[in-house]
């Protein structure tokens, strides 16, 4: 029996977007259902009830959610194809380990860029840099965090490659500039051009509209 | 050339305790040391510059951060002995979700009733019973989480099993009652009741004093 797998996503969210890179990465065949988080679907919330988000992958009926834990699921399912996490124990722990930081640590600095203003936003900034070199110190000898293909913390931090911009296009924050971070800059680079990666951005034009509007929403509801 | 362990936890840290026991349950030999988070260690420093906290592991030289990755790192670094996590992918995604759901739903739930007063301690409250039905649901058919003998998720939620009933004697909510959480009620007695599980448990009334002080100078400082 052919395998069925089904992902639910959004055309934005950076977390689902882990999940395309590592289907398409692995070469497995999967639908794709775009869900509409104003209006969620009874699918979306039969399969994720207990957080109600994306992504969720769906293989042959059997729903996972969490997108770290989707691409350890995926990884050791499909064990044939490019391997996402390395064989050694204390590199995949390292993996897991700044994946999990750039989740939480990096991805709320970021979030204090965007909704932030004067005092708070210039702090997130600094929490920011500060994160960024501890990624930074990660690339040393690499081309990418997995090595010379990309893997895990890749797919994991991959959201930096456009999103970064994006922010930076709303705030005015540069954050990654090539002379402060050299290999991220370049990963940055490198990372975009992998094919799979690229092909599956979402429109930036988009991306910049959406964060706009969420920022200003937020400050309008906060004044 | 013999493994050289190293574990830095609190006498009181729960998610140190989960490296304690997975560690015994291997069979792994191990120092401990025992460090005052008031005044940490330039080891620990050393070993967790990032997050600058406990548990860390250090095996060979090399430490190892977040107690979820540690689990992960000691179950697939000695293979022999225990597996705490299973061999199916799709029990293995389910053991991380639900050790993830814990640590940030029910942890924080659990937070929310120590430190909190009036509503927001009775909303916690009732964010708690949920996601105690959620794992409710998950011991059907088992003894423990893991099936007949204890795994990654009941290493993940081992917290439970003691600390929910100091919670219940610092702030007179009774959370997990025989008659409304049948299997967790069981569970909480078999977990308590294996020697490697009990005989690692900090003294009662010291985690009474610590987390009454904790509530008191908490609320002290709101008001």
Redesign the interface.
């Known amino acids: 029996m052919a395998d069925e797998v089904k992902l639910f996503r959004t055309w934005s969210s950076p977390f689902a977007l882990r999940i395309v890179w590592a289907l398409k990465l692995k070469g497995i065949e999967f639908e794709t259902i775009f869900e509409d988080l104003a209006n969620k679907s009874s699918l979306l919330l039969q399969n994720n009830p207990?957080h109600k988000k994306v992504p969720v992958l769906v293989?042959n009926g059997?729903s996972?959610?969490?997108s770290?834990?989707?691409l350890?699921?995926i990884d050791?399912?499909w064990t044939n194809g490019l391997p996402l996490l390395p064989k050694d124990?204390?590199e995949?722990?390292e993996a897991?380990?700044w994946a999990?930081?750039s989740d939480e640590k990096l991805w709320l600095s970021a979030r204090g860029i965007l909704f932030g203003v004067e005092t708070e936003q210039a702090e997130a900034r600094l929490q920011a840099i500060q994160n960024l070199q501890?990624l930074e110190e990660q690339l040393k000898g690499r081309k990418f965090f997995a090595g010379e293909t990309i893997g895990f913390l890749d797919l994991a931090v991959g959201w930096m490659a456009n999103l970064l911009s994006v922010l930076e296009e709303i705030t005015g924050y540069v954050l990654i500039e090539e002379v402060k971070f050299p290999l991220l800059w370049k990963w940055m680079q490198d990372f975009s051009d992998v094919p799979v990666i690229n092909e599956s951005w979402p429109s930036r034009d988009k991306l910049v509209i959406k964060f706009q509007t969420m920022r200003d929403s937020y400050l309008a509801g906060k004044i």
């Open positions: 207990v293989h059997k996972v959610c969490e770290f834990v989707i350890e699921y050791e399912t124990p204390y995949r722990a897991r380990f999990k930081f501890y």
